[in-house]
């Protein structure tokens, strides 16, 4: 057992978290691992005192012996550090797969099984101006992968199950000597599965799913613009056994219409009066999302001017409110005048000079 004091051999200080003594047993275990320092006996002293530091810091109870007692506490629990490297990879393997992506053969008891989620699907959808603007609910079709109806998602023919893989023997993993490591890779036969089917189901073949079409309803919220994204959880295609199904991902356009223009969350319209309109003043009506208002033209109205209708504009996507309607106003030049019409102007016109 080793005698020197467990916090200075990491490097960390008394209060350190589990997450730092972590961290740092893992960068000086990396720094003198055997195989990057082959033959040094001083490398491999100082990467075994690292592992029974660690073994002891990162155990609440022995910690806290530690630090009440020191190593003479230890001790009394029966705690003599390791024997070799077979016992320090067998507990501590996973630190270096959780860096390199492999650890030591000999330290791997058990290899991770991969359980693949289902894809996610994309649709996109084209909507009015207006349903944009008030939010619908709708519906739409979608032909997608379900778990199959026949074998409820196993892919083995009803009444078998499937068998350990042969090749990983279950663990979804095989390992590839390469000197001191062992490099793991997902087995080739039942991809990662770890079982094999032996007996596939006939109706998909072993897949252990079917395309299906669905119904999925929407609900689009009010406010929404082109470019706006929705996500459905678990509406995309199904995965694995005892994995979750992928998410639907909808993409809506919206359409043109025909006198509103958006900008952010106020709409814009341009509204044509009268030569006479816009000399003498007037009360007209202006289309608006719902309806009409009226509003009051005062005498002497520019072409180009603006009139603000407070909360007639879209409703605040990420919050409460609604936009404003702004109405920018042009002046129509009459055309094909009377002769009548063109003398009235023209007497107008002296009139002003």
Do not use: W
């Amino acid at each position: 057992m080793i005698t020197r004091d467990y916090y200075e051999i990491l490097g960390v200080g008394k209060t350190a978290t589990g997450e730092e003594i972590k961290k740092s047993y893992r960068r000086i275990a990396m720094q003198y691992h055997p195989d990057k320092n082959p033959g040094n006996k001083q490398a491999e002293d100082k990467f075994k005192e690292a592992a029974e530091a660690y073994e002891v810091l990162s155990d609440a109870q022995k910690r806290e012996i530690y630090d009440r007692f020191g190593h003479e506490g230890l001790n009394r629990t029966g705690f003599h550090g390791f024997n070799g490297f077979e016992d320090i990879f067998s507990s501590f393997g996973d630190i270096f797969e959780d860096v390199f992506g492999f650890g030591r053969q000999q330290g791997r008891r058990h290899a991770r099984r991969t359980v693949r989620a289902g894809a996610d699907l994309r649709y996109d959808l084209n909507i009015s101006f207006l349903d944009a603007a008030f939010g619908l609910t709708t519906t739409i079709d979608l032909e997608k992968l379900h778990p199959c109806s026949e074998c409820e998602g196993s892919g083995a023919a009803p009444g078998t199950s499937p068998s350990v893989c042969p090749t990983c023997h279950g663990r979804g993993q095989v390992m590839q000597s390469s000197g001191f490591f062992a490099i793991s890779s997902t087995c080739p036969h039942c991809h990662g599965n770890g079982k094999f089917i032996t007996s596939p189901c006939p109706k998909c073949h072993g897949m252990g799913k079917e395309q299906k079409r669905k119904t999925v309803e929407l609900k689009i919220p009010a406010g929404v613009e082109t470019g706006s994204r929705l996500r459905l959880r678990g509406e995309g295609e199904a995965g694995d056994p005892g994995a979750p199904s992928g998410d639907l991902y909808v993409f809506i356009s919206v359409e043109e219409h025909d006198f509103f223009v958006r900008s952010e969350d106020d709409i814009v319209c341009r509204l044509p009066i009268s030569f006479v309109q816009a000399a003498l003043g007037a009360t007209v009506e202006v289309p608006t999302l719902k309806d009409t208002e009226k509003i009051k033209i005062p005498r002497g109205t520019q072409t180009g001017q603006i009139f603000r209708l407070k909360g007639k504009g879209v409703p605040h996507l990420q919050g409460y409110g609604r936009g404003d309607q702004i109405i920018e106003i042009f002046v129509e030049t009459p055309r094909d005048l009377t002769k009548k019409q063109e003398a009235l102007l023209r007497e107008f016109e002296k009139s002003t000079s």
